[in-house]
Every structure is written in C-alpha cells, then in structure tokens.
C-alpha cells in the first residue's frame, strides 16, 4: 500500500502557524475598518462583505455572499457590470481599477447612497479577485449641497437686484434722456444741435447699459427656468448666446419638461450655460447645438459644438469649467461625460435618471 503524500506545510509547522495569525490578522482589520471592504471574483460575485459595508448597505454577509455585486447598483451600471468586467479582463483597460471615484450605491431598503469608491485587483495564480474600498459621503455631500444652494440662492439674489434696482433706474433714465432730447429738439437756439446730439449719445449709451444689465441678470437668475421650464430656458439661453456673440446657437428637443426638482433644474442648467460658455471662448466653434431629449428612464442634456475640441494642455484648467459641471452632474446623482475630437468637435452629455 502507497504511503500518502503529507500536505506540504505540516499544520503544526511553524509556518503553518504564522499563515494562520497572518489570515486571523487580516480578519480582524477587515472586521475593524471603518471604510467598506467588499470583495468579489472575476464574474462578480460577491466573496467577502466586512462590518462597515453591513453598515453602508444594511445587508448581512450572509445576505449577499455568493450573489452579484451589481445587487448594491443602480441603473444602468447594474445592467452593465459584467460586461465592464469582460472588458477590462479582455483588454486589460481599466475605468475604475485603480483609480478613486464618486459613485451611487444601493441599500438593502432600496434607497441610494453616495459612495467614494476605489477598486485594485489582487491575482494569486489564475485567480482574480477585486477589492473594492467604500466610504459613505453622504454627510459630505449634504454639507456640499448646502454650500451650492447658498452659492445660487446668492446668485440670484444678485441677478434680480440687477433687474429690479439696476434695471429700473436705467430704464427710467433712457426715458428721462428721450424726454429731453425732444425738449431741445423745440429750441430755436444755435448750440441745440450739438446739444441734442451729446443727448441722444447718452440715451444710446443708456440703453447700451440697460441691455447688458439685463443680459447678465439673467445669466445669474434665469427668470424663464422659474416661469416655463428648463425647455424653455435652454431655447431662450441659446438665443441670447446667438445674439451676444453672432454664432449659431440651436436648441432642439423638449419644449416642456417633466416636473424636476428647482435644483436638479438649476445644475442642468448651469451645465449647459457652462458647456455653450466653453464652445464659444476655446473651441473656435462656428456652431453649438443644446438639446435635452426623453431616454430610457431619464432625460440626455447634450452640449455639442463643431469646433476644434478641447487642447489636452487645457483640460486640467479651472477656468474651463470642466470640473465644475462635473461636480454639478455629481450633486444631482447625474453622469457627465465629455467627448472631444480635433476634426469632431467637443459633446457634454449629462444623464439624469428618472424614477
């Protein structure tokens, strides 16, 4: 009779005993971190699921343990997950492996939850497995949401302080300045020709001013977002943009939009004003195109210009923009995307779902 082959690590070898602390250690820090560790193999299934993401999620490990992790997403990424899986195994190009991401959860009770993800791939033989570090920034983007409704509560505040003290006073003064044009107009006097010239020159002026006050009034407060919709201000937005800077600006799409809360409107808003700011002062644009279409479950807000795209060296700038529509898409629970081409142009899409 063959003698049995013994285990290659004698289990009460020392060694044995120091890949036992090793595993026990490990446990204890996945048991005590206070970020969510969640792991799961390379066809989504969920393997180990620690504490602080029962927590964040409201699931037991044993709840979830063996089932997909597109459980703990929403639409559409839950759909989409083990083809983004596939792909990166297939190409090894990575959109999340690596890098640190705001992202949206699911719980268990169906509600959602901001999240700042980071995702690494550990590989022990022919085994992938990836482990996904999560932080509940919920109180962070409550206290970020208060600091923007404050900003645009401001905003304006100012815009129609403009419109109605401002605004005012130059109107009257252009009616003053008409009214007193056509007195010296009557007079027989041989200087009332030069001096009914200087007047109308500052009736021009005036009138002048009083466009320009308006213009920036309502680019502070978009009067028409508040009476008739987002539709409505997008197409009155473009033809401002048309008439201060004599380019083509279009709006195509919805005339009347669904219900949406004051501040979802307001970040699409300003997104679009952002994106058709860009394509005028960097893109070299001869047009720009705003349209906000019905998609599955939500609503598609797309800037898009036939310009020369956005220079690489330029892209990191602040005064781009980019970041910022960004961070607007992201208060909203929206996805922003940014496509750029030096023979295509630039496109902004922003996709808010719809429940």
């Keep these: 009779m063959p003698a049995q082959k013994k285990s290659m690590i004698d289990p009460l070898s020392p060694l044995h005993h120091d890949a036992r ?14 970020d969510g560790i969640i792991t799961i193999n390379e066809k989504g299934v969920i393997e180990s699921f620690n504490p602080a993401a029962e927590r964040i999620f409201g699931y037991k490990e044993k ?7 597109r459980l703990l997403m929403p639409s559409p990424h839950k759909e989409r997950h083990s083809q983004y899986i596939k792909n990166y195994i297939k190409t ?27 995702v690494n791939e550990v590989k022990t033989g022919t085994k992938r497995t990836f482990i996904g570090i999560l932080r509940d920034i919920t109180e962070r983007k409550r206290l970020e949401k208060s600091i923007v409704d404050a900003s645009e ?33 009557q007079m027989q006097d041989d200087g009332a020709w030069e001096l009914a010239r200087d007047v109308q020159m500052i009736s021009e002026l005036t009138l002048a001013a009083l466009s320009q006050v308006k213009t920036i009034s309502h680019g502070l407060y978009p009067v028409e977002l508040e009476r008739h919709g987002l539709g409505q201000a997008l197409e009155h937005l473009a033809a401002q943009q048309e008439d201060i800077f004599r380019r083509p600006c279009a ?42 279409t019905h998609v599955s479950n939500g609503l598609l807000l797309r800037v898009s210009d036939n310009g020369s795209g956005i220079p690489k060296k330029l892209k990191s700038r602040s005064g781009l923009g980019l970041a910022i529509m960004k961070y607007r898409a992201n208060m909203i629970g ?22």
């Design 21 to 34: 602390e090793a595993l026990a250690r490990m446990d204890s820090l996945l048991k005590a971190a206070v």
């Design 63 to 69: 709840d979830v343990a063996g089932k997909n992790v």
């Design 92 to 118: 090894g190009k990575a959109n999340i492996i690596g890098f640190g991401r705001e992202v949206v959860g699911v719980r268990a009770d169906g509600t959602s939850v901001p999240l700042e993800l980071a």
């Design 153 to 185: 509560m401001e905003r304006q505040q100012i815009g129609q302080d403009l419109h109605d003290t401002v605004g005012q006073q130059l109107a009257g003064l252009s009616m003053m300045t008409k009214a007193l044009e056509q007195k010296i107009g």
């Design 251 to 292: 709006y195509e799409g919805l005339s009347c939009t669904p219900p949406l809360d004051k501040t979802v409107a307001v970040h699409l808003y300003r997104i679009a004003q952002e994106g058709m700011s860009n394509a005028i002062k960097h893109s070299g644009a001869s047009q720009i195109v705003i349209s906000l």
């Design 334 to 355: 929206s996805e922003l995307e940014i496509t750029t081409s030096r023979n295509k142009g630039t496109q902004i899409s922003c996709f808010l779902a719809i429940n």
